[in-house]
């Protein structure tokens, strides 16, 4: 199931570009049927994502489906 999305322009171009190369290695893992998508990608994904506070929300969504489907718990900080 190829993915055929990219980042929306009005991102900043580094989150731009992490995302995008997110969707590119999720296709990646899904043409040679792979388990997962190598760690330094979504790690850099979250990275990136934590230098702008107004993607917080999203952030912290995301980090918890990841940790759901990796079985880890994350402790938020109000």
């Given at each position: 199931?190829?993915?055929?999305?990219?980042?929306?322009?009005?991102?900043?171009?580094d989150?731009?570009?992490?995302?995008?190369?997110?969707?590119?290695?999720?296709?990646?893992?899904?043409?040679?049927?792979?388990?997962?998508?190598?760690?330094?990608?979504?790690?850099?994904?979250?990275?990136?994502?934590?230098?702008?506070?107004?993607?917080?929300s999203?952030?912290?969504?995301?980090?918890?489906?990841?940790?759901?489907?990796?079985?880890?718990?994350?402790?938020?900080?109000?």
């Amino acid at each position: 199931m190829k993915i055929k999305k990219e980042a929306a322009k009005f991102l900043p171009q580094d989150l731009q570009d992490a995302i995008n190369t997110f969707v590119e290695q999720f296709n990646i893992m899904e043409e040679y049927n792979l388990d997962t998508i190598p760690p330094e990608y979504t790690a850099n994904l979250f990275k990136t994502m934590s230098n702008y506070p107004e993607y917080n929300s999203v952030l912290l969504d995301l980090l918890a489906m990841f940790s759901e489907v990796a079985g880890i718990t994350i402790n938020e900080k109000n």
